[in-house]
């Protein structure tokens, strides 16, 4: 028997976005997983790769405290190196990859019957990753100078902001439009839309963290046993976790695509006009039976 399609344009509250979350995982995770790992996997990869390069270098003195031959080193050029500026962006491009495959699978799915492919999922994300991206830029230089003026205006605009990959996949709005749509259907749910956002990002923290250290732990020893150094054992449980996290950041983007969608419905009510329209449809398609006796 079919699943029943889940509605993702429909208000709900606190623990039915932690519920159809976890549902809507669950129902749609053999094509969501694919296209996520297959569209994004080579940003994740990257990302995990670079990060392991930088913590191999960043622990290079542990391995020189191991054989007695430690020189001098200037901390500030060790820490912020070219490498490390390039394992920022490529971060960045990977969290825009992930959060655009997230979104354009969600509207997809809401528009059809049936669990997008992955040839409409990637013509759908070519169109909005790169904007998707350039906004991400100003997005974080807003939420960085809101942190450092009392760390409240940071948070607020971390939460408001949250939903515009959402806003730009399913409304396709320029930057300043996006950033006042964001606005104007998170100002009157501010504090669930927190409080959703925190429980979501706790859950996916917690049992990323358990697996991936998990993974990592026995990959690590089994790195450190052939190759003795403490600075490839780092690079590689690193890497090994990093994959792990953001395979499980799944959990908390699905939830922020529900409340969006949650928010979105309160505002205009769409999902509501859809299926009104649909009850009518579905009226109407049985006045060509022929009447039986």
């Given at each position: 028997m079919a699943q029943q399609k889940i509605q993702l344009r429909k208000i709900r509250d606190f623990g039915e976005n932690l519920g159809d979350t976890f549902q809507f995982i669950r129902q749609e995770f053999k094509p969501l997983a694919s296209a996520f790992i297959l569209i994004s996997g080579i940003f994740i990869l990257s990302s995990s790769i670079l990060g392991g390069l930088y913590q191999k270098q960043a622990f290079g003195f542990l391995d020189d405290l191991k054989t007695g031959t430690v020189a001098p080193q200037n901390t500030f050029s060790n820490i912020f190196t070219a490498g490390y500026f390039i394992f920022i962006l490529v971060t960045v491009l990977n969290i825009s990859a992930m959060r655009t495959v997230i979104a354009v699978y969600m509207k997809l799915y809401?528009?059809?019957d049936e669990p997008p492919t992955l040839q409409q999922v990637w013509s759908l994300f070519a169109k909005n990753f790169f904007k998707i991206f350039a906004y991400s830029i100003p997005q974080f230089i807003l939420i960085v100078i809101g942190c450092l003026?009392?760390?409240a205006p940071g948070i607020y605009f971390m939460v408001v902001l949250m939903p515009y990959p959402f806003v730009i996949v399913n409304e396709n709005q320029s930057f300043g439009d996006a950033f006042s749509r964001c606005i104007n259907i998170t100002k009157e749910n501010f504090w669930i839309s927190l409080g959703t956002y925190f429980i979501a990002y706790l859950i996916y923290s917690i049992?990323?963290?358990?697996?991936g250290v998990i993974v990592a732990g026995v990959v690590g020893v089994g790195s450190y046993f052939s190759t003795n150094e403490i600075s490839s054992t780092a690079a590689i449980a690193t890497s090994v976790l990093s994959v792990v996290q953001y395979v499980f950041y799944i959990v908390f983007f699905v939830s922020v695509g529900l409340q969006y969608y949650n928010l979105a419905e309160l505002k205009d009510g769409t999902g509501?006009?859809?299926?009104l329209a649909?009850?009518?449809?579905?009226?109407?398609?049985n006045a060509g039976i022929e009447e039986q006796y």
């Open positions: 809401d528009e059809l003026f009392c760390l049992s990323s963290g358990i697996i509501l006009e859809r299926r649909n009850l009518g449809g579905s009226a109407n398609s």
